[in-house]
């Protein structure tokens, strides 16, 4: 960790809650929307965030997996990510929340006419803004979390043992 955190401190909580309140408690709200207003399905939810996980390299996104209802994904499914174009793990909309998350990370200015094409063959205009804005969370504050160091101390209230 590359941040000078006071001891007995939460390092999320100092950086994030303390250093920059006004920036970082509305951050956090907006990251913690994501999770809390999602529509999408679990499987597509997940490929898109583990995608961006293993393309930020943030330790602890990529151990996360998020529950809804009581389920998570499969153990394999970190491994269907990594191999999103060919797995026969994934349906169509897992397959492709995976690819746009991994252009809109790396090759955002080449989205061209054949992937919406077959991007809005599967998802509405609204779950594609929904999908945006939940990808552009994990880019930004997974990046951050990894850049500074914080995600090999990360630990989410709702998963409080760590990794």
């Known amino acids: 960790m590359i941040i000078d955190v006071p001891e007995g401190k939460d390092p999320i909580g100092y950086v ?3 250093m920059v309140p006004g920036i970082g408690i509305a951050a956090s709200n907006f990251s913690l929307s994501v999770y809390s207003h999602s529509t999408l399905g679990l499987r597509e939810f997940e490929a898109a965030r583990l995608r961006i996980a293993q393309i930020n390299g943030c330790l602890f996104c990529q151990d996360w997996r998020t529950e809804r209802d009581g389920k998570k994904v499969e153990p394999e499914f970190a491994d269907a990510v990594t191999n999103w174009r060919t797995t026969g793990a994934f349906d169509e909309r897992t397959r492709l ?8 990370a790396t090759d955002h200015h080449n989205l061209d006419d054949e992937f919406w094409t077959r991007m809005f063959a599967h998802y509405s205009q609204v779950e594609l803004v929904e999908l945006s ?4 969370s994990w880019l930004a504050f997974g990046r951050l ?3 500074l160091g914080l995600d090999a101390v990360c630990v989410l209230p709702s998963h409080p043992s760590g990794r």
Not at 97 to 104: D, F, L, M, T
Not at 133 to 136: F, N, P, Y
């Open 16 to 18: 994030w809650g303390e």
């Open 97 to 104: 929340a995976a690819e746009y998350a991994e252009r809109y």
């Open 133 to 136: 804005m939940s990808i552009g």
């Open 145 to 147: 979390n990894r850049v």
